[in-house]
């Protein structure tokens, strides 16, 4: 704890190896403080557990900073010499570290924000770019895709989209191939821009900020 005066070590009960659970020293250096409770987990084994954690973290000390200042406190569930000492402890570390898992004040987790994706359609030289990367489209994914753009947010027939992209007139097995299309943009595109199917008319492309059509030339 910043500020407080190091604490002096103090004997810990007869065949304990002796714990490490904070290190400090001087003002102002380089220091940790850990509090370490084992919920649960009382009796002998308890004891046992809690004193080979300690004995785990003080040779991990010593091996990696063999030159530390070091001070320690234990105790076996309040009683002791160092009951009130590791609870003002944990009480104080418990007000800067609210993000345990189980803890109350644990600030709700945030929701996910949706994938986006940056689309770029460029019509002069026919390509399409997802994320900065070239996703390539058939002469006519490319066609019904720059279609579909040109008429945000309108329900296009599939009749119309066989006249104007297939120029063919309407028969089942075309719109059929609609279908096809509109399945591939929607896996190549990630779903941006969103081409919904519009029941009994066809398709409705309905394009977001990420989406940019560059470019002059027409379907065909």
Known sequence: MTGAAP??????????????LSAQSAAFEPG??????????EGPAGRALLAEVANA??????????????????????????GDLVGRVRT????????????????????AAPARHEVIV???????TVDGRSVPFTYKEFALL????????R????????????????????????DVHVRRLREKLGGCPQIVTVRGVGYRCDPTPEVVLVGSGDAD
């Not at 940790?32 to 987990?41: I, K, P, R, T």
């Not at 234990?74 to 002791?80: Q, V």
């Not at 460029?122 to 399409?128: C, F, G, I, L, T």
């Open 57 to 82: 973290v003080a040779a991990v000390i010593d091996e990696l900073a063999p030159g530390a200042t070091t001070y320690s406190a234990m105790t076996f569930g309040g009683r002791g010499p160092h």
């Open 32 to 41: 940790l403080a850990l509090y370490v409770g084992l919920s649960g987990a």
């Open 92 to 111: 104080e570390l418990a007000q800067f570290d609210p993000g345990r898992p189980g803890d109350p004040r644990r600030p709700a987790p945030r929701a």
């Open 146 to 153: 720059e279609y579909l753009l040109r008429a945000p947010h």
């Open 155 to 178: 329900a296009v027939s599939r009749e119309e989209l066989l006249r104007a992209v297939w120029h063919k007139s309407a028969w089942r097995k075309g719109t059929r191939t609609i």
């Open 122 to 128: 460029d019509a002069d030289a026919r390509e399409v």
């Open 7 to 20: 604490v002096a070590p103090t004997p810990v009960p007869s065949g304990a190896p002796a714990p490490v």
